[in-house]
């Protein structure tokens, strides 16, 4: 147990519709990623949060976003959903600035779209 | 992002050593070598990470070669719950993202 949260854990929804995958990071982590993960892209980073503020993006469409909330939970929401966004998203945390800090992955979403 | 490569996948016998390989040839001062490793069903976890010297935890060996072009993953006595993506990332000094490439799916026979 890496001590990050995912949830759902399986989410199935409609082409066009809108989800909002939740992630909470490990308890003192101030930083929070997530990233995709399909079969003919593999593992791709989508966005950085540290501390409530965007830290970096990556390759995120611009019908994703993402925010830290004070708490440092974090959300990831996608709109008008195609059929090419089924795909695993996974988020990680990991601890203050330095930069060898190890990520946490959580066990990921599961996004079946139809 | 400097790349790295990896051979797509490798066979080992449970017990004994297996020793993952990784190209980078295009490293820069401030890369660090990072290895994650992605077991079935799961999300990827941190394995080890090294800038120059040899590294050793309770999980793996990092060999980084002198030239820093190239570095191995050396798990000691494979075994089952072995098997897995196995990620080797270049991770600037100042980037926090991790960016990950095909990876070695390794497989452990018993």
């Known amino acids: 147990d890496s001590g990050v949260t995912q949830t759902p854990k399986h989410l199935i929804t409609a082409t066009g519709q809108r989800v909002t995958l939740r992630c909470s990071p490990r308890s003192g982590d101030l930083s929070v990623y997530w990233y995709q993960q399909s079969l003919d892209q593999g593992l791709q980073f989508l966005i950085q949060y540290y501390n409530g503020e965007e830290r970096a993006k990556g390759n995120i469409l611009e019908r994703f976003s993402a925010q830290q909330f004070p708490d440092l939970h974090s959300e990831l929401n996608l709109s008008s959903l195609e059929l090419g966004d089924s795909a695993l998203y996974f988020c990680a945390s990991s601890g203050g600035g330095q930069i060898y800090n190890e990520q946490f992955f959580g066990p990921g979403t599961r996004l079946t779209v139809l | 992002d400097a790349k790295t490569t990896q051979p797509n996948s490798m066979e080992s016998n449970e017990e004994e050593p297996v020793h993952l390989p990784c190209n980078h040839s295009?490293?820069?001062?401030?890369?660090?070598i990072h290895w994650y490793r992605q077991l079935p069903s799961q999300g990827p976890e941190y394995v080890i990470h090294?800038?120059?010297s040899n590294v050793n935890n309770r999980m793996a060996s990092l060999a980084i070669a002198e030239d820093r072009k190239s570095s191995t993953l050396i798990l000691h006595r494979a075994t089952l719950r072995d098997a897995a993506v196995y990620y080797c990332i270049l991770r600037d000094v100042g980037g926090g993202k991790l960016i990950f490439g095909q990876g070695t799916e390794l497989s452990v026979k018993p």
């Open positions: 090294g800038l120059t």
């Open positions: 295009t490293i820069s001062g401030t890369d660090y």
